[in-house]
C-alpha cells in the first residue's frame, strides 16, 4: 500500500461538480492538514491498510515537525491506483500492480475509517469517480509512504 501525502493549507475534492470532501483553510494560514492520495497492490491486507494509516497520523510533517496527530490535523484521504503505474518499458503505463477496485475499495475505506479511530478528522473522495481535486500544497511537502 502506498500513500503519497501533501501538507496543505487547504484542498477540496469534486465530483460532478459538487464538493465531495474538503479541508478547509485555517484562520491563522498555519499549514492545516494533509491530503493522502492512496494507492492499494495486491498483496495488501487490512492490517497493512492500518499500520499505513497510523504511520500517516504520527508523522512529523506539518508545521513545527509536529503530526496530524499533535496538531488534530485533517486528512483528506483520495484513492489514488495510478501509485501503482509501471513506467520501466515502452511510453504507456502498466497498471498490472494495482489491486482490482473490489480489493482496494474496501481497504482505502479500512485506511480511512482507521484514522477516524485513531482520533483524526477524514474527508474522502469518491471511489472510482472523475475527481477533480484542489489543493495548496504548503512548503510545498509531499511525502511517499510505502508499507
Known amino acids: ?14 465530483v460532478d ?12 494560514g498555519v499549514p ?22 497510523d504511520k500517516v497520523w504520527r508523522l512529523r510533517i506539518l508545521d513545527g515537525e509536529r ?5 488534530r490535523a485533517p486528512i483528506l484521504v483520495v484513492s489514488q491506483f495510478t501509485l ?17 477496485g473490489a480489493i482496494a475499495e474496501p481497504l482505502v475505506d479500512v485506511f480511512a475509517h482507521a484514522l477516524r479511530e485513531l482520533g483524526a478528522t477524514v474527508a474522502t473522495g469518491r471511489f472510482g469517480a472523475h475527481m477533480h481535486i484542489d489543493l495548496v500544497n504548503d512548503g510545498p511537502v509531499t511525502v511517499m509512504l510505502e508499507l
Open 84 to 100: 501503482y503505474a509501471d513506467t520501466k518499458k515502452g511510453r504507456r503505463p502498466s497498471w498490472s500492480a494495482a489491486a482490482p
Open 67 to 71: 503530526s496530524a496527530a499533535d496538531l
Open 17 to 28: 461538480d459538487q464538493v465531495v470532501g474538503r479541508i478547509d483553510p485555517a484562520a491563522d
Open 32 to 53: 492545516h492538514g494533509l491530503v493522502a492520495l492512496v494507492g492499494v497492490t495486491h498483496s495488501d491486507t487490512e492490517a497493512t491498510a492500518r499500520a499505513l494509516a
Open 1 to 14: 500500500m502506498r500513500a503519497l501525502l501533501q501538507r496543505v493549507s487547504s484542498a477540496r475534492v469534486t
